[in-house]
């Protein structure tokens, strides 16, 4: 650390660090100090007393942590937030939500992705992974409100080979934008949706142009029966043999993993990873939930995510982590897992290895682009503090939030959102509603028949 002023300093907090051994711990009394988008240092709140800063918080009482990643969601859906309650899968794509989406305008799309980025910055995730339609609008407001992400223009085979040339010509366009905030994927939409040609051009055009492949797989036990049923394999086994797991690539849900999809995973040629959603599971009332201590023990990061709030009602990754916690103590029959501890390695590194940005995000540490959120335990049900993982995980919630900062620009601060007028959004998105629900056309863009 240099004696040069600093762009912001962080001061008085305890600060979450990742040892050698990615084990999570805690700096008490800690101080971060950023230079230009980066963590410069991670030292006590003694060195930077009189170190000059543009921007200077004292954050005593709170935590310092790496910013949440919300590694799979539609962003644009919470306009569609409670539209399709109380319905099994086929009947909530097929009868509502398919239908509505044929209405979407670019407009509702840009109104949907502002009030998704207040939410989430409010939440302290500072990175989104966003797998949608009219993704070019998507990526302006993330270049306005200041919010990581990275994007994938959404495609079906049902569009012909206009789809999948129009998701390589955007991730290509908008690769690095928004100063380097921007990453991008091919986006098929999943192998019910999208057919073995299709996904075996979008793997020869990953690797053509270093891109990774974000697609749901797996998503529910049902649609791994099917696939069994008709073709002999499993969706898994169908992204091996069309060249999708020779690429880096992130897999959306993953419950309908089973037992015989592991080696295929654990052998792919590429970077694999999976997202988990578990509120959307419990919703739907699916029968299994992503296999993550399967999945930790063949080497596969699994991040945490939301999914779109028109199935979860919610963009808000920390309840998901609190949900992985105690969803998988409840699937392995076993108290000891996952741990506190663990559910934070999966909020924080694992999280940005999924979205491809392990080297960059998910800890506290010089050289580490600082996507930093500060959690307010002086509230009354985060008292007293025993195990501050615990504390962080099963006490605390997206509201004790207090400031979040993307790329040493602070985007919260007191629970203040810098870069966003909420009202506005909320007042003519809800002026554009009736045209966006109306059904009466009897239109999809697509048929859920897995």
Request: with cysteine; proline share 5%; net charge negative.
């Amino acid at each position: 650390m240099t004696d040069s002023p600093a762009d912001l300093v962080l001061t008085g907090c305890t600060v979450l660090v990742h040892d050698d051994r990615e084990r999570i711990g805690f700096e008490e009394n800690a101080a971060v100090v950023v230079r230009g988008g980066l963590v410069d240092a991670v030292t006590t709140a003694a060195a930077v007393e009189h170190l000059p800063a543009a921007e200077r918080i004292d954050a005593r009482g709170q935590v310092a942590m790496p910013g949440l990643i919300n590694c799979h969601t539609h962003a644009p859906m919470v306009a569609l937030r409670g539209v399709a309650e109380d319905l099994p899968t086929e009947e909530w794509f097929n009868d509502v939500v398919w239908p509505v989406e044929s209405n979407l305008t670019e407009r509702d799309v840009e109104l949907g992705a502002r009030l998704a980025c207040a939410e989430m910055i409010r939440g302290g995730v500072t990175c989104f992974a966003d797998h949608y339609f009219a993704m070019d609008t998507v990526a302006a407001v993330v270049r306005e409100c200041g919010i990581r992400a990275h994007l994938g223009q959404a495609y079906f085979s049902s569009q012909g080979p206009q789809g999948r040339e129009e998701s390589l010509e955007f991730a290509l366009r908008h690769r690095g934008g928004a100063g380097g905030r921007i990453t991008t994927a091919l986006a098929p939409h999943a192998p019910y949706t999208v057919d073995d040609a299709d996904l075996t051009a979008t793997a020869e055009l990953a690797r053509a142009h270093g891109l990774p492949v974000h697609l749901h797989a797996a998503e529910n036990r049902d649609q791994t029966d099917v696939s069994l049923d008709r073709h002999g394999v499993t969706p898994i086994e169908v992204l091996r043999r069309t060249g999708i797991l020779d690429t880096d690539v992130l897999i959306a849900h993953g419950t309908g993993i089973t037992e015989r999809d592991l080696p295929v995973l654990e052998g792919a040629a590429g970077r694999v990873s999976v997202a988990t959603a578990p509120r959307g599971y419990l919703r739907f009332a699916w029968p299994t939930t992503t296999p993550v201590r399967a999945l930790r023990d063949i080497g596969i990061p699994v991040g945490l995510a939301t999914d779109g709030a028109a199935s979860n009602n919610s963009l808000d990754v920390w309840e998901s982590m609190t949900l992985t916690a105690l969803i998988q103590k409840s699937t392995t029959g076993d108290p000891r897992w996952l741990t506190s501890r663990q559910a934070l390695h999966h909020a924080t590194l694992q999280s940005a290895r999924a979205v491809g940005l392990g080297e960059t995000l998910g800890r506290l540490a010089p050289g580490r682009r600082a996507d930093i959120v500060l959690v307010d335990l002086t509230g009354p049900h985060t008292q007293p503090v025993h195990d501050l993982a615990a504390t962080l995980v099963h006490s605390a919630r997206s509201g004790d939030v207090r400031t979040t900062v993307v790329d040493g620009r602070v985007l919260m601060r007191d629970r203040e959102l810098l870069t966003l007028d909420v009202p506005s959004v909320v007042r003519e998105l809800g002026e554009r509603l009736p045209a966006l629900l109306d059904r009466g056309h009897g239109r999809r863009i697509q048929d859920y028949k897995t």
